[in-house]
C-alpha cells in the first residue's frame, strides 16, 4: 500500500512571505534526514502555465527537463533539493479547468452537473496526489500559491480540507506561513494579523498544524503562547522565521527551530539521521566570505524586476562561492544602451552577460554590449536570444552584412541569420512553437565549453522558437566564429565561441536552470573564474 505522506503549505496576511522558501527549507532537511521529498507548487491563475506571462507580471518562467514552462518556485526547489521536478511539480487553475471542461466534453460525467466540488476539487486532489503515487517519494510537499481568503485560492484550500479528512490527521498537515509584524510607533509585535489569517483559514474548514510565522525581530515565549492560544496549535508548533541575509541561510534557521522535528512527529514518521548539511554549510561558508570580487553587467529589458532573470543570479551566486569570489550584478537596462553611452554604461566591468528574452525591444542595446565586450575582451557569455545577438553583432560588425537580423525583429532581414525552423513557420499557437525541455548537444573537444563541462555529450534546457540559420554556418566560421556544439539529431547550433578572444561564449539554451547549490554549473563558474582573471589584469 501507498504510504506517501502529504505536507501542505498555505500562506496568510500578505503575499511574497517566502512560502517556496520555507517549503525547500524543509525539504532539504527531510532529505537530508534520509526521506525521499519532492515538492509541488500549485498555482491558482487562469493561465494554463507562466509561458505566456510578461515577466513583469511573474518573474521567470522555469523550464524543467521535460518541457513545462512553470512557476519560478520550482527552480527554488531544484537548487535546494538538487532533483529535477517535472510538469507533475506545478499545477495551475488553468491547466485543472481546461482538464475538466475537457473530460465534460468526452461525456465522461455521464451527463452530471459539472461543480466545483466534485469535479474541480477531484481534479485538484488527482493532481496533488499524482506524485505520491508513483512510490518515488516519502514525503510529498504541496505549496500552495496565493493568500488564504483570495477567492482564486479558495478550491485549492477546499480540496486540502478533502485531503486531510481522507488521508487521516498521521498522513497529511498544513503548516500556515504568516507574518507577524513589528510596529515601530508601539515598540511590539503584533499577532492580530496571524490570528485573522488562521480564522480565515479555518472558516474553509483547514485548522493548521503548524504556524511559521514571517518577523523581522526574536518572537518572544510569550508570543509564542499567545499565538499558539488563539491560533489552536502547540506551543512547540509556532516556529519562528526571523529574517535571513540570504535564502540559503533558511534551511539552518528551519533546523533551529526544530521544523524538521515537528513535522517528522506529527507524521508519525521517526529518523535516526540528523541533517548535519556539511556540503551546504561549506557553499555559505565560500559564498559569504570570499576572497575577490568581480562585477558582471547584466544586460535585459526586464532589470526593473529583479525575479525575471532569478536563476541567472542564483547561478551567479553558486559559481561566485565556488570560485571565493562575491559576484556583484551591475543591472543594464538594454533598451538604455547608445552608442554613445556603451562605454561609460559598461566601464569598469569584469564580465558582462547578455540575457535570455523574447521580442525586438532593447535588442539593439544587447547588440551595443556584445560588440562592446568583444572588441575590449571582456569576458562576454550570451544565453538564448544573448547567443543569437552575438550572432547578428558578429555578422554586421565582422562578416560586414550590415542588415544582418532575426527573422523575430525584422521577417524582411536581407541576411537572416537567426531563422524560425522550417517545421515551426505553420504554427500560431504561442504555446507551441518553442523547442523546450532537455536536448543534447555534442561539443568539440578543443573549445572553452568542454574546457568547463569536461565532455563531449551534454543535456540543457531550451526555451526558444528561432535558430541559428546553418546557410550562414561557413561564412561566420571563416571570419573566427566557431560553432562548438551542435544538436546531433537536428544539426542545429547550440554553441557558438570566439577562439581568438579570452572567454566569449553564446549558447542557445538555459544553463541557469540547472545550477544548484551543491552542483554549480560549469559554464556559470567558468564564466565567473574568467571575469576573476579579468579583474585582476
Known amino acids: 500500500m501507498n504510504n506517501t505522506k502529504y505536507v501542505f503549505v498555505t500562506g496568510g496576511v500578505t503575499s511574497s512571505l517566502g512560502k517556496g522558501i520555507i517549503a525547500a527549507s524543509l525539504a532539504k532537511l527531510l532529505q537530508q ?89 477531484d481534479e485538484i486532489k488527482h493532481r496533488i496526489q499524482i506524485l505520491g503515487n508513483t512510490g518515488d517519494y516519502d514525503i510529498v510537499i504541496t505549496e500552495i500559491g496565493g493568500t488564504v481568503g483570495d477567492i482564486e485560492s479558495l478550491p485549492y484550500v477546499e480540496s486540502v480540507r478533502q485531503l486531510l479528512w481522507e488521508l487521516g490527521e498521521e498522513n497529511a498537515i498544513v503548516i500556515h506561513l504568516t507574518l507577524v509584524p513589528y510596529l515601530s510607533a508601539a515598540g511590539e509585535l503584533k499577532t492580530k494579523p496571524t490570528q485573522h489569517s488562521v480564522k480565515m483559514l479555518m472558516q474553509s474548514g483547514v485548522s493548521p498544524d503548524i504556524l511559521v510565522c514571517r518577523t523581522e525581530h526574536e518572537i518572544s515565549d510569550n508570543i509564542k503562547r499567545k499565538l499558539a492560544l488563539f491560533c489552536n496549535v502547540k506551543k512547540e508548533d509556532v516556529i519562528q522565521s526571523i529574517d535571513a541575509e540570504t535564502i540559503y541561510d533558511v534551511p539552518n534557521l528551519m533546523l533551529e527551530e526544530g521544523l524538521d522535528e515537528v513535522v517528522l512527529k506529527k507524521l508519525q514518521l521517526s529518523s535516526e539521521k540528523e541533517p548535519h548539511l556539511e556540503a551546504w554549510n561549506n557553499f555559505l561558508k565560500k559564498h559569504k566570505n570570499p576572497t575577490s570580487t568581480v562585477e558582471i553587467g547584466l544586460i535585459g529589458k526586464y532589470v526593473e524586476l529583479h525575479d525575471s532573470y532569478k536563476s541567472i543570479t542564483e547561478a551567479l551566486i553558486h559559481a561566485g562561492a565556488t570560485n571565493e569570489t562575491k559576484v556583484k550584478v551591475r543591472w543594464i537596462h538594454s533598451e538604455e544602451l547608445t552608442p554613445e553611452n556603451v562605454s561609460e554604461q559598461l566601464k569598469g566591468l569584469n564580465g558582462v552577460l547578455v540575457a535570455p528574452g523574447f521580442g525586438d525591444r532593447g535588442i539593439e542595446g544587447k547588440i551595443k554590449a556584445v560588440q562592446y565586450a568583444r572588441e575590449n575582451n571582456i569576458p562576454f557569455f550570451g544565453i538564448c536570444l544573448g547567443m543569437q545577438m552575438a550572432v547578428i553583432e558578429f555578422s554586421r560588425n565582422v562578416l560586414g552584412l550590415q542588415d544582418a537580423n532575426s527573422t523575430e525583429m525584422n521577417l ?83 554553441i557558438v565561441e570566439i577562439p581568438s578572444h579570452p572567454w566569449f561564449v553564446g549558447v542557445q539554451y538555459h544553463p541557469e536552470y540547472k545550477s544548484t547549490v551543491l552542483n554549480p554549473h560549469p559554464l556559470f563558474v567558468d564564466f565567473v573564474n574568467a571575469a576573476l582573471s579579468h579583474s585582476k589584469k
Not at 34 to 55: A, E, H, M, R, W
Not at 434 to 453: H, N, P, Q
Not at 472 to 485: S, V
Open 33 to 121: 534526514r534520509g526521506f525521499s521529498v519532492t515538492i509541488q507548487k500549485l498555482d491558482p491563475y487562469i493561465n494554463i502555465d507562466p509561458g505566456t506571462l510578461n515577466p513583469y507580471e511573474h518573474g521567470e518562467c522555469y523550464v524543467t527537463d521535460d518541457g513545462a514552462e512553470t512557476d519560478l518556485d520550482l527552480g527554488h526547489y531544484e537548487r535546494f533539493l538538487n532533483i529535477p521536478t517535472s510538469q507533475a511539480n506545478n499545477v495551475t487553475t488553468g491547466r485543472i479547468y481546461q482538464s475538466v471542461i475537457d473530460k465534460e466534453r468526452k461525456g465522461e460525467f455521464l451527463g452530471k452537473t459539472v461543480q466545483v466540488i466534485p469535479h474541480i476539487t
Open 412 to 494: 524582411n532581414t536581407p541576411h537572416p541569420v537567426i531563422s524560425l525552423m522550417e517545421e515551426q513557420k505553420d504554427i500560431t499557437d504561442k504555446g507551441g512553437t518553442m523547442r523546450l525541455g532537455a536536448w543534447d548537444c555534442k561539443i568539440t573537444e578543443d573549445s572553452k565549453v568542454f574546457g568547463a563541462y569536461g565532455n563531449i555529450l551534454i543535456s540543457e534546457r531550451h526555451r526558444h522558437r528561432y535558430e541559428f540559420n546553418n546557410d550562414y554556418l561557413g561564412q561566420i566560421k571563416t571570419a573566427g566564429m566557431q560553432t562548438t556544439g551542435i544538436n546531433p539529431k537536428t544539426g542545429l547550433v547550440e
